[in-house]
């Protein structure tokens, strides 16, 4: 016992958390570049489930155990292993959670950014404002949809790091200027989240994903009306979002409040009424009015189809793409030119490809 005080005693960076107030969380409010002491830890398996969200399944944890001098009063085990360490548990003072590398901490990610920025920081990096970052942040944010389009793992995880790169330069940026600062971000859209998810986080209730919607509308209104803002139904719904996403958005927002058709059947009658216009049109200005229509009734159609236009389309755009390249580069292993080549030998190609 006096060995496992000391222990406690000398350590730096040391976080001490009491079991039963972990066990109310789903997630470890602690950097994991700190050790952790968890006292009169109970419920292995609550506990790992925790442990889980922030470190790895082989990670080592060691139970201090109140037992007769006599016995052993450690064990080390991996974190995979806690859930079947109930007994163990029965008998433990203490768990010892050694810290993870710095790098997996999120404050440390701060501290880069905020040393990029200094006096001494990176010149480019120092240069940059709100305003500057726009476009970028704009590309780094399509090259995360590519990797979750391409369901490719990695390229996420990466790209996720690259937004979450501009989020924290933006926090730093406007802290530098007095404006607000991390904390105020994490702290409005944790509020938000509890306050619009009061079957969660109040009144525990059963909701369908629908109820959940209709019942995200209303609160949004009472937050509003909180805030003495008069918004119309449409607005908040970002008019810098591809044109596919913000009709996507219009429709579903006005359909929570009965702007729409009673079945898909009305969706089709008005997807031909528009192409027959369009047939009719007779001058660029209306051809491309009409074509607008014909897009915007497609997003309908999509919506009653459960379909995210953006995404369907964007799937296409990549299909296209490798088919292409497909082509591209059975040409070059012929040593033929894709302008020369006859369309009859790329559609050879271009099926050869599908059927792959």
């Given at each position: 016992?006096?060995?496992?005080?000391?222990?406690?005693?000398?350590?730096?960076?040391?976080?001490?958390?009491?079991?039963?107030?972990?066990?109310?969380?789903?997630?470890?409010?602690?950097?994991?570049?700190?050790?952790?002491?968890?006292?009169?830890?109970?419920?292995?398996?609550?506990?790992?489930?925790?442990?889980?969200?922030?470190?790895?399944?082989?990670?080592?944890?060691?139970?201090?155990?109140?037992?007769?001098?006599?016995?052993?009063?450690?064990?080390t085990i991996k974190l995979a292993e806690l859930s079947q360490q109930d007994h163990s548990l029965e008998k433990a003072?203490?768990?010892?959670?050694?810290?993870?590398?710095?790098?997996?901490?999120?404050?440390?990610?701060?501290?880069?950014?905020?040393?990029?920025?200094?006096?001494?920081?990176?010149?480019?990096?120092?240069?940059?404002?709100?305003?500057?970052?726009?476009?970028?942040?704009?590309?780094?944010?399509?090259?995360?949809?590519?990797?979750?389009?391409?369901?490719?793992?990695?390229?996420?995880?990466?790209?996720?790091?690259?937004?979450?790169?501009?989020?924290?330069?933006?926090?730093?940026?406007?802290?530098?200027?007095?404006?607000?600062?991390?904390?105020?971000?994490?702290?409005?859209?944790?509020?938000?989240?509890?306050?619009?998810?009061?079957?969660?986080?109040?009144?525990?209730?059963?909701?369908?994903?629908?109820?959940?919607?209709?019942?995200?509308?209303?609160?949004?209104?009472?937050?509003?009306?909180?805030?003495?803002?008069?918004?119309?139904?449409?607005?908040?719904?970002?008019?810098a979002m591809p044109a596919l996403s913000m009709a996507y958005s219009y429709q579903k927002r006005a359909a929570r409040?009965?702007?729409?058709?009673?079945?898909?059947?009305?969706?089709?009658?008005?997807?031909?009424?528009?192409?027959?216009?369009?047939?009719?049109?007779?001058?660029?200005?209306?051809?491309?009015?009409?074509?607008?229509?014909?897009?915007?009734?497609?997003?309908?159609?999509?919506?009653?189809?459960?379909?995210?236009?953006?995404?369907?389309?964007?799937?296409?755009?990549?299909?296209?793409?490798?088919?292409?390249?497909?082509?591209?580069?059975?040409?070059?292993?012929?040593?033929?030119?894709?302008?020369?080549?006859?369309?009859?030998?790329?559609?050879?190609?271009?099926?050869?490809?599908?059927?792959?």
């Open positions: 016992m006096n060995e496992q005080k000391e222990i406690m005693n000398c350590q730096d960076n040391l976080i001490i958390l009491e079991g039963k107030t972990l066990l109310s969380l789903r997630h470890l409010l602690v950097p994991p570049h700190l050790e952790v002491i968890i006292r009169n830890p109970r419920n292995a398996a609550h506990l790992q489930d925790i442990l889980s969200e922030e470190y790895p399944a082989d990670h080592p944890l060691e139970i201090y155990m109140d037992v007769p001098e006599n016995q052993q009063n450690s064990l003072l203490w768990i010892r959670i050694p810290p993870l590398p710095e790098s997996r901490s999120f404050e440390y990610f701060q501290n880069i950014v905020a040393i990029l920025r200094a006096p001494n920081g990176c010149p480019w990096d120092r240069k940059q404002t709100h305003q500057s970052l726009r476009d970028d942040f704009l590309q780094e944010a399509y090259e995360l949809l590519e990797g979750l389009d391409r369901n490719d793992v990695e390229m996420i995880s990466e790209e996720l790091g690259d937004v979450l790169l501009h989020i924290v330069m933006q926090a730093q940026i406007a802290q530098e200027n007095n404006e607000f600062n991390m904390g105020d971000v994490l702290a409005k859209i944790s509020e938000k989240l509890i306050f619009r998810h009061e079957h969660v986080f109040g009144n525990p209730e059963k909701l369908s994903s629908d109820q959940v919607l209709n019942q995200w509308e209303k609160i949004k209104n009472l937050e509003r009306e909180k805030d003495h803002k008069e918004q119309g139904l449409l607005d908040g719904i970002s008019k409040v009965g702007f729409d058709w009673e079945s898909i059947d009305g969706v089709w009658d008005k997807l031909y009424e528009e192409i027959e216009e369009f047939k009719r049109a007779d001058t660029p200005e209306d051809q491309a009015e009409e074509l607008g229509d014909i897009l915007f009734t497609l997003v309908n159609l999509a919506r009653w189809s459960k379909i995210d236009p953006e995404t369907a389309l964007r799937n296409s755009n990549l299909k296209f793409h490798d088919r292409v390249q497909y082509v591209e580069t059975k040409a070059h292993e012929l040593g033929k030119n894709l302008f020369d080549m006859p369309m009859s030998e790329k559609d050879q190609y271009w099926d050869e490809y599908k059927e792959s």
